[in-house]
């Protein structure tokens, strides 16, 4: 059997988690919390970087910080995780689902413009698959009409838009560190807060329970209270042990994440020239970090029997998202089918390979040859 995800281990994620079992303190904010929030700021470039025990979370927080309030519009891509449409949903705020462009599957800025009224107030772009979204041009669409961007990099740590990571580009970014992921301590994420101290500061306040208590233990203040609105949205320093076990092996598991995908690619551009698949498209502009190596079929019924056909040869292959504007929370904010007919047609054409950094060379060619095989019967 090969699975779709297998997660990735160092040499020292036990060591790390012994040495915060020995130490006593166990809760948020403590050693490895504090080593990992400092080598996200300095290897990445980026003002605040505060973990949290989700990228849910951390976009929760970014609604939060953003003062969403009933009627404020965002727009985001329908082709993404349901977090990013909750965390605007439950400000009381509407999600505007815009389409995708067809070589990426990312965020079509044309389409964000045509969607921009007066009560837009920020736009959520997804970097699918750790390929970068055009950042220059959403990013000249928030100034020209003055709305806020946080950046879902979910799939995008260590990836590069230009010379800039994925998530330092907008207001805010997020990160998820879930077991899926391509850094991971099982349940995890960040939120990083780009050039602004007024926002750092109350990022801060909203993950300790709304108080200043950070600013008590930096002796900023003579007692903690409560300050704001928040949750307990800090991570374990025994989980920030093993991402920061994690954080140390960055380029080797990108590497490895690399040769993976440029086996895949090369194994089948064949079938990418003779039109029988698609493979990813990689702009220029940015530098992936292979999250995700997906294929898109001709037609749905061709994507789903070719994933039937892996899975009858132990491989275990997969669709990804159901657009959001079609889901049934998506259609009773009054969205049907047809209306975004590109984000619709790629969806249902969409397989994922498995990917991740131990698949062997011999695995990663038993599945080429198996969707030539495949190929063969159609």
Known sequence: MIPFNKPYFSNNEYRYIKNVIDSGYVSGDHNYTQKCNEYIQQNFAVSKVLLTTSCSISLDMAAILLDLKKGDEVIMPS??????????????????????????????????ERRITKRTKAIFPVHYAGVSCDMERITELAKKYKLKIVEDAAQGVYAKYKDKYLGTIG?????????????SCGEGGAILINNSEELARRAEIIREKGTNRSQFFRGEVDKYTWVDIGSSYLISDILAAMLYAQLEKLEEIQEKRKTVHDRYYSGLVELQNRERIRLPVIPSYCT????????????????????????????????????????????????????????????????????????????IQYVVESIHDWSKTI
């Not at 965390?87 to 509407?94: D, E, F, L, P, S």
């Open 288 to 363: 992936t970090n292979y999250h995700i190596f997906y294929i898109l079929l001709p037609t749905e019924e061709k994507r789903n029997d070719l994933m039937k056909y892996l899975k009858n040869r132990k491989i275990g292959a997969t669709f990804h998202y159901i657009p959001l504007h079609i889901s049934p929370m998506g259609m009773s904010l009054g969205y049907k089918h047809g209306d975004l007919l590109i984000t619709e047609n790629l969806s249902s054409r969409l397989l994922r390979l498995p990917i991740y950094p131990n698949l062997s060379q011999e695995e």
């Open 79 to 112: 082709y993404n995780f349901v977090s990013t449409a909750n965390a605007i949903v439950q400000k009381g705020a509407i999600p505007v689902f815009a389409e995708v462009t067809s070589d990426t599957l990312n965020i079509d800025p044309v389409d964000i």
């Open 171 to 183: 207001d805010i970014g997020t990160y998820s560190f879930h077991e899926t992921k391509n850094y």
